[in-house]
Every structure is written in C-alpha cells, then in structure tokens.
C-alpha cells in the first residue's frame, strides 16, 4: 500500500489506482472516505459481496447496471424482491447473474429494514463498531477487534 503511481493529471495515488481507469475516481472519491448515506452503504456492502471471487475492476464496470437492476440499492425496494426479480435479475446481462449473491442482497435489504428500524439507520448500527483507537492506521490490517464484532453483529441479524 505504501508504493505510490504518479496518474494522468500529475497527482500521485496508491500504486493499486493505476491498474484501471475506472480506478482513479474510485480512488479520489470514495476509497477510504466514511459513508453514512444509508443507500450508499447499502450500495457498498452489496457490491463487494458480488465482489468475491471476482476482480474489483469487474465489478466497478458494471456498477451502474448493479444500480438500475437493484433499484438504487435502496433496500426498502429491493427487500420486496421476490421470485419474479430474481428471474428477471438472472437474465440481465450487465451483472453478475449469480442466484446466490442475488438472493444474499434481497436478504440483507431486509435486514437492513430491521436494522435501521430499530437503530434509526443502517449507517448509526454499522458506525457503532467504529475503531476508537486513532492510532491504528486504516488499511493497516484485514481484519480488527472492530470488524470481528461488526461481522458477528451482522450474522446475529441474519
């Protein structure tokens, strides 16, 4: 992480962000920034569960199509999906048509529903598990006492 690439425009960034095009704004804009847009979070959270097993680059390509077919990931929308969406979302070729991960985010829209009931957003419940050592920079390892309890949290809810 510590190697930097020099972009198009002059300005220097992670070394990953060079890899792709779609890269660069990902980086600029969104890699590390806090989220607490609630439809943003869920947007997130969906996307790199389709993410695994595949490259982050095929997934930043077909995001806008992640975007119409699940309804702006708004997960009120998308936790009324039902068998007819899953066909229909199947069937589209501009994204990752695997019953699983789809069936994953139309489960997880209704969690978030529960979740953000009962903690008044998605974003308040997921931000409870923020680190409090400031000291621990991020990226600085995969995983965190933090991120163990955010993840065990998350099963607990389905």
Request: net charge neutral; glycine share 8%.
């Amino acid at each position: 992480m510590s190697e930097l690439f020099l972009g198009p425009d002059g300005r220097t960034r992670c070394r990953w962000s060079g890899a792709a095009p779609e890269f660069l704004n990902y980086h600029d804009c969104e890699w590390g920034f806090p989220v607490t847009d609630d439809t943003w979070l869920f947007e997130k959270l969906c996307l790199e569960s389709f993410q695994s097993g595949l490259s982050w680059r095929t997934i930043l390509s077909k995001r806008e199509n992640f975007r119409t077919a699940f309804g702006g990931f708004d997960f009120q929308k998308v936790s009324q999906f039902g068998d007819s969406d899953i066909k229909r979302l199947l069937s589209d070729k501009g994204i990752v048509r695997h019953r699983g991960k789809i069936e994953v985010v139309i489960n997880n829209a209704q969690r978030a529903c529960e979740i953000a009931k009962v903690e008044g957003s998605l974003a308040a419940f997921i931000w409870r598990f923020e680190p409090s050592d400031e000291n621990v920079p991020p990226q600085s390892r995969s995983t965190s006492p933090a991120s163990e309890a955010l993840s065990k949290a998350l099963r607990k809810h389905g």
